[in-house]
């Protein structure tokens, strides 16, 4: 499971806010914004790996209603007062392949 801060969880899911931008993204796209962002060149193939998984096919009104859900809680926490980490799983149970979750500690 590959865990983001929460400052880069926030910036890629502006930039990527569905599964269809996340499945239409390029490497090319990808190694771009992960330069802008300063990642490693192993966390960028880490994180690339896991964008890459399949995911469950998500009906469109689902997609939006998460959407405006993810952009109404990202105005209300006052972009970033409280800690938030973002983990990318790829598991039946989560057709989206994300959860957020409290940072530990």
């Known amino acids: 499971m590959a865990e983001l801060t929460t400052a880069l969880a926030r910036e890629f899911l502006q930039a990527y806010p569905t599964p269809a931008a996340v ?8 190694q771009r ?6 990642l490693s060149e192993a966390r960028t193939q880490e994180l690339w790996a896991v964008l890459q998984r399949p995911q469950l096919p998500v009906p469109a009104h689902v997609v939006r209603a998460k959407a405006r859900l993810m952009e109404a809680t990202r ?3 006052g972009e970033g ?3 938030w980490s973002i983990s990318l799983r790829n598991s ?3 057709p989206s392949g994300w959860e957020s979750q409290p940072a530990n500690g």
């Open 23 to 30: 499945a239409g993204l390029t490497e090319r796209q990808w």
């Open 33 to 38: 914004w992960a330069r802008a962002h300063r």
């Open 75 to 77: 105005q209300c926490s």
């Open 81 to 83: 007062t409280r800690e």
């Open 92 to 94: 039946p149970g989560e």
